[in-house]
């Protein structure tokens, strides 16, 4: 019998390639931890380690077909979707190839220089601008010349510039008084260098604190740029365009104004909004933007409107459409039928009818307003989107829970083919990403049922003049407040609406804040 090494274990049997000469003991099995190795000799430790690289590397020829046949599954998919991408943006991409009227449009402003050569009708138009603009950014640069050369396109004569500023500063007041040096047209710009609250409605939350409500706030500022209209109401217009402190186009503006919805050459609309971008891919006003039958946005990316109900909006927008039908929107630049926001002229004594003091159906002037109740929050661009629509119908005995009717027109729409950003280089990125932006519809859909989008809004289809139960905030005798249930009249803006309550806070000093969320009472 061979003689045993000194520590007492037997060395195992190893090829030649191994460097050790081959010892086999008949009945000896070595032990399977390698934590002998620690008393073991060198070759045992080196034998064991090799066994268990051999066992390492037959485990591996067993996946090794699993994992080329998943590395060319991947490889597949990516290529897909590489061919896909580029087939996307090379000939069918979104929102990209102007209709003829539009192309018209273009090619007149682009031919010419002459004042007015993008209005063909000599369409009079009141630009109202509500801005902050702390470092003069704005009206020194980038989006102060898009608005004169908009006034140049629309003609001076047939403008009416509205701007309202406060609190941006001295940089933001010299930026603004050397743009209104340039201004052609007749207008009426304001700058305020602190905004006077004295009188302005508060509110009193439960721990007894009072505050402005942010959208009082905002429905303030925008109405302080339609005060001209108030102090002319001799001064009639056929358009009203909004604009906010957003990277815009001027021929695209002027698009907006002229080609929206065009019937026998004649634009038709109660108001028409731009599409707004955070960034190249995400849209920005979801507060304010409500689909055909009230619900509120999906994911903020295209094609933006969710599954819900009849996804009339949604579908409007993947077929292309210039006019997708909404009840509510803003996409930082509207477009609106002034006649909604002028005061009736006085009635000669022979022609005295209802239409001197209405205008389609609705009491004019109309103007921006916040919310009553206290918990319930609506932007201040929804509900005036409200009050100027067209009704829906009333409630058909085939569907009581949700009288809004699909095939309903409400007179507002969303022009996707007009987009805006608010930072020059989401802008600049714009006219690139909307050309595979069809590629997102699908996950869009799933991933907004996901995130549990659309809300759920109890008082979405309520209709203007129905007897309506609503959850509402009532303060007691001794100020406590408390969620009960009320009997009320709806005035159809209640799809406009969420539980929230928002209040103004102090601004940060990069201008950014300036407001705060309160959190909703459990009851």
């Known amino acids: 019998m061979p003689r045993l090494p000194r520590d007492g274990y037997e060395p195992v049997a190893r090829s030649s390639h191994d460097g050790v000469e081959e010892i086999d003991l008949e009945g000896f099995k070595p032990p399977v931890s390698y934590s002998h190795c620690r008393a073991s000799p060198v070759h045992y430790c080196v034998s064991a380690l090799t066994s ?11 996946w090794l077909p699993i994992a080329w046949n998943l590395r060319r599954l991947v490889s597949t998919i990516v290529w897909s979707l590489l061919v896909l991408i580029v087939f996307t943006f090379l000939f069918v991409p979104s929102y990209t190839h102007l209709p003829p009227h539009y192309a018209a449009l273009r090619n007149v402003v682009q031919a010419s220089n002459t004042p007015g050569r993008g209005n063909p009708r000599n369409s009079t138009v009141f630009i109202a601008v509500s801005l902050y603009d702390k470092n003069g950014v704005l009206a020194g640069g980038q989006w102060g010349q898009a608005l004169l050369d908009l006034i140049d396109m629309i003609g001076p004569d047939n403008v009416f510039l509205s701007i309202y500023e406060n609190d941006s500063e001295k ?9 209104s040096d340039r201004v052609p047209c007749n ?24 505050h402005v409500r942010r959208v009082e706030f905002l429905a303030d500022v925008r109405n302080r740029a339609l005060r001209p209209l108030d102090e002319h109401p001799e001064l009639r217009f056929d358009r009203l365009l909004f604009l906010n402190d957003v990277y815009f186009n001027a021929l695209d503006a002027l698009q907006l104004l002229f080609s929206t919805n065009t019937q026998n050459g004649v634009p038709e609309y109660r108001a028409a909004c731009a599409v707004d971008f955070i960034n190249p891919f995400k849209f920005y006003d979801t507060f304010a933007s409500r689909d055909l039958e009230g619900y509120s946005m999906g994911l903020p990316f295209y094609p933006w409107f969710t599954t819900a109900g009849s996804a009339q909006s949604r579908q409007d927008v993947l077929h292309g459409k210039d006019a997708v039908r909404v009840r509510s929107c803003w996409g930082g630049m509207v477009a609106f039928d002034a006649g909604f926001f002028q005061h009736p002229l006085p009635p000669l004594p022979s022609t005295i009818s209802p239409s001197n003091t209405e205008y389609k159906n609705r009491s004019s002037p109309v103007r921006f307003r916040a919310e ?23 409630a058909s005995p085939s569907s009581p829970q949700d009288p ?3 095939n309903t027109d409400t007179g507002i729409y969303m022009n996707p083919f007009i987009r805006v950003a608010y930072h020059p280089r989401s802008f600049s990125w714009l006219h690139l990403t909307r050309r595979v932006e069809k590629l997102y519809s699908i996950v869009h859909g799933i991933a907004s049922r996901i995130a549990g989008l659309p809300v759920y809004n109890p008082r979405r289809a309520q209709v203007a003049g129905e007897a309506v139960q609503d959850r509402v905030w009532v303060v007691d005798e001794h100020h406590d407040g408390k969620f009960e249930m009320a009997e009320r009249i709806a005035n159809g803006d209640g799809f406009c609406g969420r539980w929230d309550l928002q209040v103004l806070k102090k601004r940060e000093e990069n201008g950014e804040g300036g407001w705060g969320a309160v959190p909703v009472p459990e009851s």
């Open 187 to 210: 207008k009426s710009i304001v700058y305020e260098e602190h905004f006077n609250f004295t009188g302005f409605p508060t509110v009193t939350l439960p721990d007894g604190s009072e």
């Open 171 to 179: 940089a933001g007041e010299r930026a603004l008084q050397q743009l």
């Open 404 to 406: 809004q009717d699909t």
């Open 52 to 62: 268990a690289v051999r066992g390492v590397i037959r485990r591996r020829r067993h």
């Open 372 to 394: 009553s109740d206290l918990f319930w929050e609506s932007s201040e661009c929804c509900l005036i989107h409200a009050d100027i629509q067209i009704p829906p119908p009333p």
